[in-house]
């Protein structure tokens, strides 16, 4: 099976949220309450019940003029994936088909490495389940010859999932209709990402958006060193609980209070 990639162009989209909706009908994700922060965008950031949301952006160009820029956040599903190298369960893992970063919900035992470790911040804890949660691609969607919903569900084309190099194609073609002020984001990080976007602007512009996602050192530690002590602790989620207690000392509250990281959840 070939390697694949899920593509974004912006220029396609008109952020009528249809994807934001497929993902929490497929994923059987409960609503959350939020607040009114001035903007159509909403909820304000990822959450343990959101695995992505459309950003939405006033943007003033160097003529003048006012334009909506959208961006969809997600799981980027990172090539070299900081989140799979550094959980020490097997929660994390590559989807051998398609090379893409699932998720064994069931094995996470909460530590929340992979929320430190992602250069994209994208993973969200939720302390009333002591579980990480993020987009795992729709993987009981692409296992079984589906498009993921949220590409489904787009009514523009803005989406589309298909094989990295018929992908890669698109967007280079993409990123030349569009003129000088294309560009795009994702090939160029950590080895590649299986998630991409073609945006109408340089990557500069868009607010919140990772100027140069970097895997932290201490990733690298954890993969050269840590990580094979806590395979050879015991194996598996009972080896990689061991270390973590080891580390990091018994597992305390969270105190984290913020309702938009902490609320909802499965």
């Known amino acids: 099976m070939a390697e694949k990639i899920k593509l974004y162009d912006d220029a396609k989209c008109t952020a009528c949220r249809g994807c934001q909706l497929a993902c929490k009908q497929w994923n059987d994700l409960k609503a959350g309450q939020t607040k ?18 459309i950003h939405y952006q006033d943007y003033v160009n160097p003529q003048g003029d006012v334009k909506w820029l959208f961006r969809k956040e997600a799981c980027m599903h ?15 893992y590559y989807n051998q088909e398609f090379k893409t970063v699932g998720m064994d919900r069931a094995k996470c035992i909460g530590c929340k ?38 590409v489904k569900a787009c009514p523009t084309g803005a989406l589309k999932w298909g094989d990295k190099e018929d992908m890669m194609k698109i967007a280079a073609s993409r990123k030349q209709a569009l003129g000088t002020t294309a560009s ?83």
């Open 36 to 53: 009114n922060t001035g903007t159509y965008q909403n909820p304000p950031s990822l959450q343990p019940n959101t695995y992505m949301i």
């Open 184 to 266: 795009t984001y994702g090939d160029k990080f950590v080895g590649g990402t299986h998630f991409m976007y073609v945006l109408k602007e340089k990557p500069d512009v868009y607010e919140n958006i990772h100027k140069d996602p970097k895997v932290p050192l201490s990733v690298t530690l954890w993969k050269s060193w840590l990580k094979p002590l806590s395979l050879l602790a015991a194996g598996g989620v009972v080896g990689g609980s061991l270390l973590h207690y080891i580390l990091h000392g018994p597992k305390r509250p969270d105190p984290e209070t913020n309702d938009e990281k902490t609320e909802g959840g499965k």
């Open 78 to 92: 990172c090539t070299n994936a900081a989140c799979v190298t550094v959980c020490p369960s097997g929660a994390l």
């Open 113 to 150: 490495e992979c929320v430190a470790a992602c250069p994209f911040e994208v993973p969200r804890y939720d302390s009333k389940t002591d579980k990480v949660y993020k987009c795992d691609m729709c993987e009981s969607r692409i296992s079984n010859g589906l498009e993921p919903a949220c």
